[in-house]
């Protein structure tokens, strides 16, 4: 290895102080992105960004539950087998079971507040599956459709939503 | 449907028997910048070795440690893995092992069930349970979004980036299903920043009525701010041993039992399943639970996690009926709702009646089963890997007899820069024998129950 002749440099950015007094504080930056697989539920997010809303349901003949997911999983958690795909008919209605209001959101929040977060029974699905209301004031027991981001996708779960139907 | 089999439901049980003998805490604060980590860690050892009325002294203690579970929710707030070395270094037990321990909110009270395992199953003979959280390190909406992580990543956390909107539903759930009030749910609140208001550790005391919480500022619809618990830099320590030394180190030891249940991350896929019974409730309890449409158990009304934890626990200590056996409890409560919700898994109510717990007075000091003298998470702290054992050190000192000395000492509120209020009073259960805490994480995903029974 060859010898070293010029001396280490600093070539990062000094810290920002916070505070001085009496303890003295930093700020510590932090950016970075990470990679994130939807793994064996990418179908699922790829048909949203093509209208469509897939689930999972469980054909191993002998579970004693063949549930439909919804949010989908790719193995069954009753049997322990691979799931196979389904597609939800459209138009998608589900009814409200609960919901919230969302007035204060914490950093990155990707919708404007104040918005609905709703969690939606669907026909046949075991699960309840949770999303927000693009539109209206939600109670339990309505009636709901679901909407998609077809045009523009953010790749996330929020190119779907719901609106009242009816 | 979830089906518990034979295997699935033996109850946990301990080789040997496992007592509680002292405990540490902190002042516990939104920002600490004048400690480190582990120099508030300290703070809390010292409290544990030095005020405890230990017939050793500290180093004999020390000298006695050979296991460490070290409890810490959230690397990211820190941005420092392995922090557990860093405490263990700090507090001169190397080179002892520590087990980090991440159960989310329940991260306390895992840390607690694993140092009782070390004692239990005969590794150590003295074991300590230690656990902090610095909150303070990202502004609050930042630390919102990294809490909100704790919800599934790929189907949840995007539609709210914070905490509270993912009890909020089950709030306005479990209205609908059972009833329950904005004011039976103000009236949590009320009680335990008021509980709080005799705490020198507490840092959202306050004598506030029911109006001044539904006019505090929404959170998400329904849950205001006063509802909720608050960011914490803060930690405690809990020391754990076997039968010998309990009675070596201490005139007055307690028993400890504990243990814990898990359920789905997502709300949404808590699929209707059979109640696991508490011992004293019998399954015609529960036939018209389900009466409306669409109402599953445990669902968003009820917590199988807390439910699964209650009946090991209370089992594993012999609990017949918690609410006739229990001197005092400490419940999570991180938010009113979340709350009222345990009431019906640990056996306090029966399911649907939960709020009564409140209304009937039960709750209150005084009443027949106090719940979060300490001020719980809403008034006092939420430190969240300090949480649960926090909880279990202010039902120890209960049953020691030793509210007093821990709360009421002038010298403990002036160490924090705190004048002890004029009109303060003690909250001392008067002959508490048995309690219990709750310490729980996400919406429901882990809980354990731990239950402390005076042993002198």
Redesign the interface.
């Known amino acids: 290895m060859a010898s070293k002749k010029e001396a280490t440099r600093y070539i990062g950015q000094p810290a920002k102080v916070l ?1 001085a007094e ?2 003295l ?1 930093i700020e ?1 930056p ?1 950016s970075l992105a990470h990679r ?1 697989t ?1 793994g064996k ?1 990418s179908p699922f997010f790829k048909g949203l960004g093509q209208g469509k809303l897939l689930a999972t349901r469980c054909s191993n003949s002998s579970c ?2 063949k ?1 439909l ?1 919804l ?1 989908p999983r790719a193995d069954c958690p ?1 049997c322990n087998q691979p799931m196979e795909w389904v597609e939800m008919p459209q138009p998608v209605i589900g ?1 409200v ?15 404007t507040t ?1 918005y609905y ?1 709703v ?1 939606v ?1 669907l026909p046949g699905v ?7 209301l693009a539109y209206g004031e939600p109670t ?2 309505m009636k709901v459709k679901a909407c998609f981001r077809t045009e523009d996708p953010t790749n ?3 190119d779907m939503c719901w609106i009242p139907e009816g | ?1 979830i ?1 518990l089999r034979e295997g699935n439901l033996r109850v946990p049980r301990w080789n040997r028997k496992v007592y509680a003998v002292a405990g540490g805490l902190t002042e516990y604060k939104k920002f600490c ?3 480190k980590l582990e120099e508030q860690v300290m703070v809390a050892f010292r409290q544990m070795l030095e005020a405890n009325d230990l017939k050793l002294s500290p180093v004999e203690v020390k000298g006695l440690i050979n296991f460490i579970a070290a409890g810490n929710f959230a690397d990211h707030f820190q ?1 420092q893995l392995l922090c557990e070395a860093k405490v263990t270094d700090y507090l001169g037990l190397d080179p002892m092992y520590d087990i980090g321990v991440k159960t989310g909110g329940a991260t306390g009270g895992s840390t607690v069930l694993t140092a009782a395992m070390a004692v239990a199953s005969g590794y150590a003979d003295v074991a300590l349970a230690v656990g902090w959280e610095r909150m303070s ?1 990202v ?1 609050t ?8 992580t704790a919800a ?5 956390t ?5 905490y ?2 993912y009890y ?6 479990f209205a ?1 299903s059972y009833g329950l009030s904005e004011q039976t749910r103000a009236k949590v609140a009320v009680k335990n920043h008021l509980y709080a208001y005799y705490s020198p550790y507490a840092q959202q005391p306050g004598k506030y009525t029911v109006e001044d919480v539904l006019n505090s ?6 849950l205001r701010f006063l509802e909720c618990c608050a960011m914490t830099d803060g930690a405690a320590c809990l020391l754990l041993c076997d039968e010998k030394t309990a009675y070596r180190l201490s005139d007055k030891p307690c028993e400890v039992y504990i243990a814990g249940g898990s359920h789905t991350l ?4 808590r ?1 209707d399943m059979a109640i696991p019974l508490l011992p004293h409730e019998t399954p015609d309890m529960y036939e018209g639970l389900r009466k409306k ?2 109402q599953r158990w445990p669902g ?1 009304e009820s917590f199988a996690a807390a439910r699964f934890a209650a009946y090991f626990a209370f089992r594993m200590a012999g609990i017949a009926n918690p609410l006739e056996e229990l001197d005092l409890i400490e419940t999570h409560d991180a938010f009113t709702i979340s709350d009222i919700q345990t009431y019906g898994d640990v056996g306090l109510r029966p399911y649907g009646q939960e709020p009564d717990f409140i209304e009937s007075g039960d709750a209150y000091f005084g009443g027949k089963c106090p719940a979060n003298l300490s001020g719980g998470l809403i008034g006092t702290m939420h430190a969240v890997g300090a949480t649960g054992i926090f909880q279990g050190i202010e039902c120890l000192w209960q049953l020691q007899g030793k509210y007093d000395k821990f709360h009421g000492d002038p010298k403990i509120w002036a160490s924090f820069g705190k004048r002890k209020p004029a009109d303060w009073m003690s909250l001392q259960v008067p002959n508490a024998r048995q309690a219990a805490w709750i310490s729980h994480a996400g919406v429901g995903s882990h809980v354990t129950v731990g239950v402390l029974r005076k042993a002198f």
Request: glycine residues 8%; aromatic residues 14%; proline residues 7%.
């Open positions: 505070q009496p303890a504080v510590w932090r994130h939807y539920l004693a539950e549930g997911w949010p009753d009814t079971h609960t919901y919230a209001r969302v007035e204060y959101a914490g950093a990155g929040v990707e919708l104040p977060q969690d029974e075991c699960t309840i599956f949770k999303g927000y339990i027991g996330t779960i929020l | 449907m089906v910048p004048e400690m941005d390190e502004d909406r930042t630390g919102n979004y990294y809490i909100s599934c990543k790929d189907f949840e995007r539609l709210s980036r914070i509270a909107a909020a539903p089950m709030a306005v759930r609908w500022p929404m959170s998400t619809y329904p997502r709300v949404a896929d699929r449409e669409g968003f």
